[in-house]
């Protein structure tokens, strides 16, 4: 009941102070030097987002992959390039790195960029196992709030969330909270299945053109199956769980500010494609949230009728969210309510854009690492369900997953 009372004075203040502000601040035009770890298509992306803010630039690329690092070159034309990431953790006028590498990876980078002084972008989902988010997190206590930490759940910078904030602001509006549904249904054409590169296995990709022991961290023969559909394996990923339900579910954490669930579950398999996969092409998941709420989420490769969407149930009022927010009243408590729409827009830079002014300014960035621990740690949850076919629980004394 004490979680309960507590989490309704938060969603009903809107309480969200800052809990860590860097002490390591660049000057307000001074020009910022990024290196991006990982130069895939997500790396190759965050670059062309850098370039559209202002007095930013690329100052080095890291690949294992050598076709990777001859693209990124013709990208980023005056950055230097190299195999092994601590090139640019060794280069003093980098202040930044921004880290797009699979999940598995993350937790060895993160921890090396801080200890190297620098600021910290790093991908969803912020780690692939609980040991490697206590790993980061224990690096982040560390650096003490030195350093920018930014989680790339880019929702968090994106207009949808003034738009809820300002919906959550009056108490009356919702009433009690009780359920949150979401949903992320796509499809893929025939003959095409979810994550699938074929044009990726090029005969170039070969044992002296990609450093497997990087990838892999340890002496495992080389598989490119394994390193172009790394998104297959748990090894190395969450599967759709790490991809869009992280997403989704960072957003509503930090409008809720909820914490690491009490309880998850999750059922589903692989019904579409029989390619070898481990992680699951549909699937449902619940989360019992500490704060006396279910969480619910439900995705599928097969079919976009349902979408991608999410409905906060309170007993007096629903929010929506899918390509705009909207407010609903519910009648039957809140007669004289009206329905309202959101009018705020979304950024595609938005999050990078954030992340940069943070570091300017000194201040902790709209996805900070607490909030990226948090969500992986639900999303960690999740996966042990299906991979163990039962509930699993947060022991929150011993920290794990029982």
Not at 108 to 117: N, S, V, Y
Not at 323 to 338: A, E, H, L, M, T
């Given at each position: 009941?004490?979680?309960?009372?507590?989490?309704?004075?938060?969603?009903?203040?809107?309480?969200?102070?800052?809990?860590?502000?860097?002490?390591?601040?660049?000057?307000?035009?001074?020009?910022?030097?990024?290196?991006?770890?990982?130069?895939?298509?997500r790396?190759?992306?965050?670059?062309?987002?850098?370039?559209?803010?202002?007095?930013?630039?690329?100052?080095?690329?890291?690949?294992?992959?050598?076709?990777?690092?001859?693209?990124?070159?013709?990208?980023?034309?005056?950055?230097?390039?190299?195999?092994?990431?601590?090139?640019?953790?060794?280069?003093?006028?980098?202040?930044?790195?921004?880290?797009?590498?699979?999940?598995?990876?993350?937790?060895?980078?993160?921890?090396?960029?801080?200890?190297?002084?620098?600021?910290?972008?790093?991908?969803?989902?912020?780690?692939?196992?609980?040991?490697?988010?206590?790993?980061?997190?224990?690096?982040?206590?560390?650096?003490?709030?030195?350093?920018?930490?930014q989680?790339?759940?880019?929702?968090?910078?994106?207009?949808?969330?003034?738009?809820?904030?300002?919906?959550?602001?009056?108490t009356?509006?919702?009433?009690?909270?009780?359920?949150?549904?979401?949903?992320?249904?796509?499809?893929?054409?025939?003959?095409?299945?979810?994550?699938?590169?074929?044009?990726?296995?090029?005969?170039?990709?070969?044992?002296?053109?990609?450093?497997?022991?990087?990838?892999?961290?340890?002496?495992?023969?080389?598989?490119a199956?394994?390193?172009?559909?790394?998104?297959?394996?748990?090894?190395?990923?969450?599967?759709?769980?790490?991809?869009?339900?992280?997403?989704?579910?960072?957003?509503?954490?930090?409008?809720?500010?909820?914490?690491i669930?009490?309880?998850?579950?999750?059922?589903?398999?692989?019904?579409?494609?029989?390619?070898?996969?481990?992680?699951?092409?549909?699937?449902?998941?619940?989360?019992?949230?500490?704060?006396?709420?279910?969480?619910?989420?439900?995705?599928?490769?097969?079919?976009?009728?349902?979408?991608?969407?999410?409905?906060?149930?309170?007993?007096?009022?629903?929010?929506?969210?899918?390509?705009?927010?909207?407010?609903?009243?519910?009648?039957?408590?809140?007669?004289?309510?009206?329905?309202i729409?959101?009018?705020?827009?979304?950024?595609?830079?938005?999050h990078?854009?954030?992340?940069?002014?943070?570091?300017?300014?000194?201040?902790?960035?709209?996805?900070?690492?607490?909030?990226?621990?948090?969500?992986?740690?639900?999303?960690?949850?999740?996966v042990?369900?299906?991979?163990?076919?039962?509930?699993?629980?947060?022991?929150?004394?011993?920290?794990?997953?029982?």
């Amino acid at each position: 009941m004490d979680s309960r009372r507590h989490f309704l004075g938060k969603v009903s203040g809107l309480a969200g102070t800052f809990a860590v502000v860097p002490a390591r601040v660049l000057g307000a035009n001074e020009r910022i030097r990024v290196g991006i770890i990982g130069a895939g298509d997500r790396g190759t992306e965050l670059i062309h987002q850098l370039s559209t803010c202002g007095n930013a630039e690329v100052g080095g690329v890291a690949d294992i992959y050598s076709r990777r690092r001859e693209k990124a070159s013709a990208i980023a034309r005056s950055a230097g390039i190299a195999a092994d990431f601590r090139f640019l953790l060794d280069d003093s006028s980098i202040d930044a790195v921004i880290i797009a590498t699979p999940p598995h990876a993350h937790a060895e980078q993160f921890c090396a960029a801080l200890e190297a002084g620098k600021h910290v972008y790093v991908e969803k989902t912020l780690a692939n196992s609980v040991q490697q988010a206590k790993r980061m997190r224990d690096a982040a206590h560390h650096d003490a709030g030195e350093h920018v930490i930014q989680v790339g759940h880019q929702a968090c910078s994106g207009g949808h969330m003034n738009d809820v904030r300002q919906f959550l602001s009056r108490t009356e509006r919702m009433g009690r909270i009780s359920a949150l549904a979401m949903r992320h249904y796509r499809n893929m054409p025939h003959g095409k299945a979810q994550w699938a590169r074929p044009a990726l296995m090029t005969h170039d990709l070969t044992p002296n053109n990609v450093d497997y022991a990087a990838f892999a961290n340890s002496a495992d023969t080389f598989d490119a199956h394994r390193f172009i559909h790394w998104r297959y394996f748990w090894e190395y990923s969450g599967g759709g769980v790490a991809e869009y339900m992280s997403q989704q579910l960072a957003f509503w954490y930090h409008a809720l500010q909820l914490e690491i669930p009490a309880s998850a579950a999750m059922t589903g398999g692989n019904f579409l494609w029989d390619d070898g996969r481990e992680t699951p092409d549909t699937m449902d998941v619940a989360l019992t949230q500490p704060e006396g709420m279910l969480v619910s989420w439900s995705s599928g490769f097969g079919n976009n009728q349902l979408g991608i969407s999410e409905d906060l149930l309170g007993s007096a009022g629903t929010i929506l969210r899918s390509s705009q927010v909207r407010y609903v009243p519910q009648k039957i408590n809140r007669p004289d309510g009206v329905e309202i729409p959101g009018r705020s827009a979304n950024a595609p830079h938005g999050h990078m854009q954030n992340f940069l002014d943070s570091i300017r300014l000194g201040r902790e960035p709209n996805c900070p690492f607490n909030l990226g621990y948090r969500v992986s740690i639900a999303c960690q949850m999740a996966v042990e369900s299906y991979r163990q076919q039962r509930t699993v629980r947060w022991d929150t004394a011993r920290e794990e997953i029982v």
